[in-house]
């Protein structure tokens, strides 16, 4: 037996629970994040496109080097049932480019990746000076993240073998770990819940955070200037995407990842943030057409920070300078085990089951507004 959207929002623990930032904090933000845009930088209007973005026109205004790739061939691996890091050795062995300079690579007039450091652009400085405190701050009041995050693959099986098989598979996943380093996630998801008496249904609410968070302004501010910083850059260097982006959360009614931030300012789902991350290949969850668009400050004197493309056959560098990347969920990608380096990388994500027009959301939407509008206040007062 189902229960209710109404029902199931009631069961809500006050981990998961938000309001709405104050205003003053908000305006203060954003009005810090404004000055990205008065950074100069060199455009130019390209002939490229995000794969199934509707937007073309614009999908890359940054003036930037470009590589063609002439010969895409399909990435081999079974990245669902192997577990595939890769080291210097394995770089060094299969012939992978190293690339620390700002690029944008396509092929066929597809876009690739984009990749662009704060030597090459000043705003990206500007965007990441709050990193390091916002991520000390996030392992204070976040969860972190399990190490078999990326191996909750859904296998379809039907027959009893398929299922046996499946299983193997996954008890197998378990035991190799996707990723090593500490992960957080803020904003929202969607998840199956089972609740008392039989009763369950699907469930859109906020990741947990200690409501102890609320209280802390200064953790605030850094939330919202970085992660609408993002945003920013993302809609200085590929106007599509960003577009994109926020036609997708107004199309499904979507309440904002941080409440209190116009959505125009933060339409993605979800902000991801990740310490001495280190990913086997995997593909992204996100929209074909969107990016998962990260950037990462650098890690410790003497360590090294790499993200590997092996379909691409390059490494791109994120060692000497705080850097952005723009990648499309289908392109495999990982990042290198290189130990404990301080390197914190932020994503933005726009989940498609988040911005889905279903009733079931709108519904969900509906009853987070109203809410956030009415609501919200009682459950943090002390």
Same mark, same amino acid.
């Given at each position: ?10 069961t ?21 994040? #404004? ?42 691996t ?20 190293? @690339?620390?300079? $700002? ?17 090459? #652009? ?13 991520? =000390? ?24 073998? =398929? ?5 193997? %598979? ?17 904003g ?10 039989? !009763? $369950? ?24 200037? $970085? ?23 107004? =199309?499904?009614?979507?309440?904002p990842? @941080? ?9 993605? %789902?979800?902000?991801?943030?990740? !310490? ?8 992204? $969850? ?6 998962e ?20 056959k390059?490494?791109?560098? !994120? ?5 952005? @990347?723009?990648?499309p ?24 089951? !988040? ?28």
């Amino acid at each position: 037996m189902y229960m209710s959207v109404n029902d199931l929002f009631n069961t809500l623990k006050l981990d998961r629970k938000r309001k709405p930032i104050a205003k003053n904090i908000v305006t203060k933000a954003l009005k810090e994040v #404004d000055k990205i845009k008065k950074i100069p930088y060199k455009t130019k209007d390209w002939d490229f496109h995000w794969g199934e973005n509707p937007y073309k026109q614009y999908s890359l205004i940054v003036d930037l080097p470009h590589i063609e790739i002439t010969d895409l061939k399909p990435y081999k691996t079974n990245i669902k049932d192997n577990v595939v890091f890769y080291d210097e050795k394995k770089i060094k062995k299969e012939g992978l480019k190293y @690339i620390d300079k $700002s690029c944008v690579i396509t092929h066929k007039g597809e876009i690739l990746i984009v990749y662009i450091t704060a030597e090459f #652009d000043p705003a990206i400085k500007k965007a990441t000076e709050r990193l390091v405190p916002l991520g =000390e701050a996030m392992e204070k009041y976040y969860p972190v993240k399990a190490s078999t995050f990326y191996s909750a693959f859904k296998i379809t099986a039907k027959t009893e073998e =398929e299922k046996k098989q499946a299983n193997i %598979t996954n008890q197998a996943l378990k035991k190799k770990p996707r990723y090593y380093g500490k992960n957080w996630m803020d904003g929202q998801i969607k998840y199956f819940q089972g609740v008392h008496n039989g !009763l $369950s249904g699907t469930m859109i609410s906020y990741q947990p955070r200690k409501p102890d968070a609320f209280k802390d302004e200064q953790f605030l501010y850094d939330l919202i200037y $970085s992660y609408c910083s993002l945003y920013e850059l993302e809609k200085r260097y590929a106007p599509a995407v960003a577009r994109w982006r926020l036609e997708l959360a107004k =199309e499904a009614g979507k309440v904002p990842a @941080i409440p209190g931030v116009p959505l125009e300012r933060h339409p993605a %789902t979800g902000c991801g943030a990740s !310490l001495d991350f280190a990913s086997a290949i995997h593909n992204d $969850s996100g929209m074909n057409g969107l990016t998962e668009t990260i950037f990462w400050n650098t890690p410790d004197k003497n360590h090294k920070q790499l993200f590997v493309s092996p379909q691409l056959k390059c490494v791109f560098d !994120l060692t000497k300078h705080n850097c952005i @990347i723009l990648q499309p969920p289908k392109i495999p990608h990982g990042t290198v085990n290189s130990g404990n380096h301080n390197g914190y990388g932020y994503v933005n994500i726009t989940k498609q089951n !988040l911005v889905a027009k279903t009733d079931l959301n709108k519904e969900w939407y509906k009853k987070w507004s109203s809410y956030l509008s009415t609501k919200a206040e009682k459950d943090f007062d002390e």
